[in-house]
Each structure stands twice: as structure tokens, then as C-alpha cells.
């Protein structure tokens, strides 16, 4: 490493942190270092698969959409391919249907277009004509933000971001405040969006309706076409990491980070060993972490692992929900003050099978739907159940199952299926944030030199509004820097 350069931490490989690094690196080149930190053994974060029943399954963000562009690039950056959504798994036989515990009242096939006629029949013209262009409308105003990053702007809050995007009243609002302010129906509301936004973000219309838009143009009702990555979503991050030179840090988990203010990281300041405290941490530390930065004194950034030790960085960018982080965030001594949103569990469950039709309700003879979404008022035990692959050694179909926080059981998974071949179970400890119209979100800068990729996910969270995050931060920081 040369001793000019200057040193910045990411927390966390997953689509936060690891656009954070390529915009850096993009924004920096050669004048920055940048180490990665990730507790686990591998990158990617919730975007992740595993091998079940013979094939690969996305287990965490599974669908992209065309219109996410950072998505897009880093995919062309890595010459990484687009492969299906695991939707389809027969082609045009699959479909989708809404299901309210009485029966299906919709169904429809896999293609958008087909989808959005079908509700179209069901809930009327009226509803379904401004709640799709209610959520075209906000992607097109969600588009300025590519504009605005690209050339160097920055947004110091997700406020901020919202208000100059024009979409700051979405988030002031419940998604069913806003859907009844804009005159839909209950059937639009409560069979349809409720579904699809509890397949999402494991709530129903009391979410705030900045992430229930996000929810449904992701599900393709502003247009566009779904897909995931080829070989995994969560490689492209792993082949980007590697192309921009990271220093990637696996199963290394960062257990505190402290500001330091009145030194640099390159130690031109006065502190002393009792200062920096903690196991390992000297000037000496502090004084090799070289980087000139700017030069002169400005906050000096200590990040400690789990094995005790300790490292000097000019800024670090912390790409990891603090709810799920498990580290502490301190400025000189003293803990920073740092509001933890908390972020939901979400058990998933991969059944290799086939699905009861008694227990939909559905006539036997007829093929049931592949992919079913359900309210709370359905009664259902799961949020949502959909065919996620075809397994080559039960030549049959797999489905997944989110239920919360709710551990599906072999009692409910026997009525919900007539056969199972295999059945898998995968928790995710926080998969998402509760998400409420009153929440006041943590800026994207902590403290000066400490960068938070993770505050948009209480407005709105998907792999692609989360990297957009990360592009923000990294100029934060890179304007921080020079
Ligand atoms: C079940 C599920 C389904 C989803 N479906 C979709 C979908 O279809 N489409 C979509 O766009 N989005 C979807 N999402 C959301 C999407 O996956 C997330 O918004 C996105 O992946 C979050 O990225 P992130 O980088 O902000 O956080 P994460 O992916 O959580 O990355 C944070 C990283 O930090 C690491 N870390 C945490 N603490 C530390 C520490 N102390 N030290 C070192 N490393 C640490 C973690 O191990 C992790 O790798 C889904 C999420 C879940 C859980």
C-alpha cells in the first residue's frame, strides 16, 4: 500500500456496502484503500443462496428489477448475466394468485401484463388506473436520483433524498392513508397491495407508503421485467469487491468503531494510548494506519474486531443495519447517540412438494396457482407461498414459504401440501425494518468521518434502493475526504 493513500473501512459486503466501495473507487481510484469487514464467510449479506433438493435457491433479495441501474451496472461492471426470476418455472403455465382465505380472487399468469388486466377486472378501472399510475408516478420521480448521485450530489438525510425527489409526503403517510386519499377501493387496498406488500416487507397497509410504492413497482405494476443473477445474486458484489482491489475481510466481525476527533488516522493530532483504550490499540496504531488525506488533524476512525484488535482509518462508511450489527458506535470514549430501529424476523421455508388443493379451497381437477399471496385476514399460517425452483432429484417443484415470525410446522406444512419430497428452514434473525410513517431516520452521516449506507432502509429497503444508499454515502465521504 503506498503511504499516500488514504484509508477507508466498509462494515458489511452486502449490496450496501459493496456499492459504497465501487462508487469509491470509482469517485478515488488509487488515492483510497478500502478494507472490507464482513462477519460472515462470505459476501452479499441478505442477498444469498443455498443449495436445496439438487439446485441453487435464492434464499434472501431474490428479484431484481430492470429499472434498478446501479444493479444494472455492477452487473455489466462484473460481466455478470441475468438468468430468470425462479418464478416461471413451467413458463406460461405458472401463475400468481391472491388468496383471502375464501378462495383465489384473482389469478393470473406470470406475465405482468396478463397480472395487472386480471386486477384490473377484479377491483375496477377507477382503483386500479391511480394506484399503478400512483406508483409509476413515484418511479419516474425515483429515477432523478441516478442524475443527482452521478454527479457528485449528496443528501446528508433520507430526508433530505426524498424532499428534493419530490417524494418526501409518501413517507409522512400509511399506505393506506395514501391509497384512500387517492380514492382506491377496498379490494384494490385489502386484496391486492396488502398481499403483495406483506410478500415484501412482512407488513400490511399500516406501512409507510414510500415502501409500499417502492413494493409494488418492484413487483412490476410500474412496468419493466423481473429477474436475478445468473450464477446468484450475491455474486456480483463478491466479483466487484475483487475487481476494485478491496482488501475483503471475511468472517470478521467488527465489534466497535470509534471517532476520534483532534488527530488524523496518520496520528498529527495528541492522543495518547488511554485515549484510544482497548486491547491492541497504540499511537504507534494509530500513527501506521498512514493516509494523508487532507492533511492536518480531522477525526481519526479506530475499528475494532472480535479478536480484540484494532485498526486506523481516515472515515468509515458502516454498511450494516445497526439493529443486526452487533457492535458499538463510540466518539471519544463516550457512546454516539444512535437510534436502533428494530428490523423484523423472517422464517423462510423451502418445501420440495406439491400443494393441497383442500386446503385453498381450489377444485381438484384444476391446476392450482404457483405462487399465492395472502393477508393477515386470510388466516393463513405463512405471508406467502411461491415455486422457487424445480428440484432435478424430486423431479417436482419447490416452494418457498415466508411466515414471519412464525416457524412453519410439519402439522401446517402436511395441509398446505398433498406430497412433500424435502423441506428446509432458513430464519432470518432481521430481514427487514418495521417501517411506519413517523419515523424519524438516522442521517446518513453519524459523525463527522462515519457514514451510515443503512439509513434509507426505514423510508424503503430493496438490493437496489439500498445500493443507491451506499452510492450516497461514498460521496459523502469522498466530498468528506477532499
Ligand atoms: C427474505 C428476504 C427477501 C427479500 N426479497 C427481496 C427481493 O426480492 N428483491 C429485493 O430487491 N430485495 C429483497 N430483500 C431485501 C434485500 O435483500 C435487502 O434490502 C438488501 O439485501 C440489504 O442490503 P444491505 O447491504 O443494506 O444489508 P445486508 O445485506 O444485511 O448487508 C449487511 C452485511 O453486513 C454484515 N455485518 C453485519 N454486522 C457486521 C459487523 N459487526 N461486522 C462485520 N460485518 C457485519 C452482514 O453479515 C451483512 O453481510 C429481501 C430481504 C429478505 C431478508
Redesign the pocket.
Known amino acids: 500500500m503506498s503511504e499516500s493513500k488514504m484509508r477507508v473501512a466498509v462494515?458489511?459486503?452486502?449490496?450496501?456496502?459493496?456499492a459504497a466501495a465501487y462508487r469509491l473507487w470509482q469517485k478515488l481510484g488509487h488515492a483510497v484503500s478500502i478494507t472490507v469487514?464482513?462477519?460472515?464467510e462470505h459476501?452479499?449479506?441478505?442477498?444469498w443462496d443455498l443449495q436445496f433438493a439438487g439446485t441453487r435457491i435464492?434464499?434472501?433479495?431474490?428479484?431484481?428489477?430492470s429499472s434498478?441501474r446501479y444493479t444494472m451496472e455492477l452487473m455489466e461492471f462484473t460481466g455478470s448475466q441475468a438468468g430468470g426470476s425462479g418464478l416461471s418455472i413451467d413458463g406460461k403455465n405458472e401463475t400468481y394468485a391472491f388468496w383471502t382465505g375464501k378462495g383465489f380472487v384473482v389469478t393470473t399468469r406470470t406475465s405482468l401484463q396478463s397480472m395487472a388486466a386480471n386486477i384490473l377486472r377484479y377491483v375496477g378501472l377507477g382503483s386500479a388506473r391511480r394506484v399503478v399510475s400512483s406508483a409509476t408516478g413515484m418511479a419516474s420521480k425515483w429515477e432523478r436520483v441516478y442524475d443527482l448521485l452521478g454527479s457528485g450530489q449528496t443528501f446528508t438525510t433520507p430526508q433530505a433524498l426524498l424532499e428534493e425527489l419530490g417524494l418526501r409526503e409518501a413517507t409522512q403517510l400509511s399506505l393506506a392513508s395514501y391509497l384512500g386519499k387517492l380514492g382506491a377501493n377496498r379490494r384494490m387496498t385489502h386484496d391486492i397491495v396488502e398481499p403483495i406488500i406483506h410478500n415484501?416487507y412482512n407488513q400490511g397497509a399500516e406501512i409507510g407508503a414510500l415502501a409500499g410504492l417502492v413494493g409494488l413497482a418492484?413487483a412490476g405494476l410500474a412496468g419493466g421485467y423481473l429477474f436475478a443473477i445468473e450464477d446468484g445474486n450475491w455474486t456480483i458484489y463478491d466479483k466487484t469487491l475483487a475487481k476494485i482491489g478491496a482488501d475483503l475481510r471475511l468472517n470478521?466481525?467488527?465489534?466497535a468503531i470509534e471517532m476520534l476527533s483532534g488527530s488524523s488516522a496518520h496520528g498529527e493530532g495528541d492522543l495518547n494510548g488511554d485515549e484510544l483504550g482497548g486491547a491492541g490499540e497504540t499511537r504507534e496504531g494509530a500513527d501506521a494506519a498512514g493516509g494523508v488525506g487532507a492533511g492536518g488533524a480531522r477525526t481519526c476512525c479506530a475499528v475494532t474486531t472480535a479478536d480484540g484488535a484494532s485498526e486506523y482509518y481516515d472515515a468509515v462508511i458502516l454498511?450494516?443495519?445497526l439493529a443486526?450489527?452487533?457492535?458499538e458506535l463510540r466518539a471519544n470514549g463516550a457512546p454516539l447517540d444512535a437510534t436502533v430501529y428494530p428490523y423484523q424476523e423472517?422464517q423462510?421455508t423451502l418445501v420440495v412438494g406439491t400443494l393441497n388443493p383442500a386446503f385453498f379451497g381450489a377444485d381438484p381437477r384444476k391446476r392450482l396457482p404457483s405462487t399465492v399471496f395472502t393477508a393477515d385476514s386470510a388466516g393463513a399460517p405463512f405471508k406467502s407461498i411461491g415455486v422457487t425452483g424445480h428440484s432435478p432429484t424430486y423431479d417436482s417443484r419447490i416452494y418457498k414459504i415466508?411466515s414471519a415470525d412464525h416457524e412453519m410446522t410439519d402439522e401446517e406444512l402436511g395441509r398446505i401440501f398433498s406430497t412433500i419430497h424435502d423441506v428446509h428452514r432458513f430464519v432470518?434473525r432481521g430481514?427487514?425494518p418495521v417501517i411506519s410513517p413517523d419515523i424519524d431516520h438516522l442521517p446518513f452521516e453519524l459523525a463527522p468521518g462515519l457514514f451510515y449506507?443503512?439509513a434509507f432502509?426505514t423510508a424503503a429497503?430493496?438490493?437496489?434502493?439500498?445500493s443507491v444508499?451506499?452510492y450516497n454515502t461514498a460521496n459523502l465521504l469522498a466530498q468528506y475526504l477532499t
Not at 459476501?43 to 442477498?47: E, I, N, T
Not at 443486526?324 to 457492535?327: I, N, T
Request: aromatic share 8%; hydrophobic share 45%.
Open positions: 462494515v458489511g459486503a452486502g449490496a450496501a456496502g459493496s469487514y464482513e462477519r460472515k459476501v452479499g449479506g441478505r442477498a435464492e434464499v434472501g433479495g431474490t428479484l431484481l428489477h434498478g415484501m418492484g470478521t466481525q467488527v465489534t454498511a450494516a443495519p443486526l450489527a452487533d457492535l423472517v423462510t415466508f432470518w430481514a427487514y449506507a443503512c432502509e429497503g430493496a438490493i437496489e434502493v439500498e444508499a451506499g
